[in-house]
């Protein structure tokens, strides 16, 4: 059964701890990608990866940081310099066959 | 800098109704365009992919068309279902395989 799967779906944090959220893909994709999501508005992106150990920043990417270590997963460390982190982040992937981008669940982020 | 816009925020209609949602782009330099749906707290679905050299893209109930000149999608969905009450969010994929978001428009479809 492939997918993408984000753990956990709800994240509780203090403010000033760092946290990181995980991200897992078993469709052998190659590219891979974080956004953040606040309540009523798009989607912007954080980062994202077009191969193992090799990423670029997106548009909102200080307060984060990243890693690609393995092709199937792409860690987000939300870091205690965010100044806003509570927020719905959402992780995807893609082929570099294809264009579609394919998306996981999600993880509700809430720190207070 | 790419902005993409979708008007209305929000709309509600009566079931069997035809939904049309927009969405404009200010840079007409796309590789594609993507609509998605979106149900509360969940992850994003593809609905439809249109190339920049397409026109249109049909799957079922929807057909999505695409005039990259004027910046311009639309998103139809004929004969509305309540099921068919989500999010709906454009996105257009710029230079680097990086994908630009509108702000979404939530639709309500009333049975």
């Known amino acids: 059964d492939g997918g993408i799967t984000q753990s956990p779906k709800y994240l509780f944090r203090k403010e000033g701890q760092n946290v990181t959220l995980s991200c897992e893909q078993n469709?052998?994709?190659?590219?891979m990608y974080w956004y953040r999501q606040d309540p009523g508005q798009g989607l912007r992106l954080i980062y994202y990866s077009q191969i193992v150990n090799d990423f670029q920043k997106g548009d909102i990417a200080e307060g984060y940081s990243v890693s690609r270590e393995k092709k199937e997963s792409f860690p987000l460390t939300v870091t205690s310099a965010q100044k806003n982190p509570t927020a719905f982040y959402l992780c995807?992937?893609?082929?570099?066959?294809?264009?579609?981008?394919?998306f996981g669940p999600g993880t509700r982020l809430t720190v207070t | 800098k790419q902005e993409v816009t979708q008007i209305p925020a929000a709309l509600s209609v009566p079931e069997g109704e035809n939904l049309v949602l927009n969405c404009s782009f200010t840079d007409s330099a796309i590789y594609n365009l993507q609509w998605f749906r979106q149900d509360p707290g969940k992850g994003l679905t593809s609905l439809l992919l249109i190339q920049s050299s397409q026109r249109e893209q049909t799957s079922g109930r929807l057909n999505a068309s695409l005039d990259k000149s004027s910046g311009r999608s639309t998103l139809y969905i004929a004969a509305s279902q309540p099921g068919d009450s989500a999010t709906y969010l454009c996105?257009?994929?710029?230079?680097?395989?990086?994908?630009?978001f509108g702000g979404g428009t939530r639709v309500l479809v009333k049975p």
């Open positions: 995807a992937s893609r082929s570099a066959a294809a264009y579609e981008q394919y």
């Open positions: 996105a257009v994929e710029v230079a680097g395989n990086k994908l630009t």
């Open positions: 469709l052998n994709h190659d590219a």
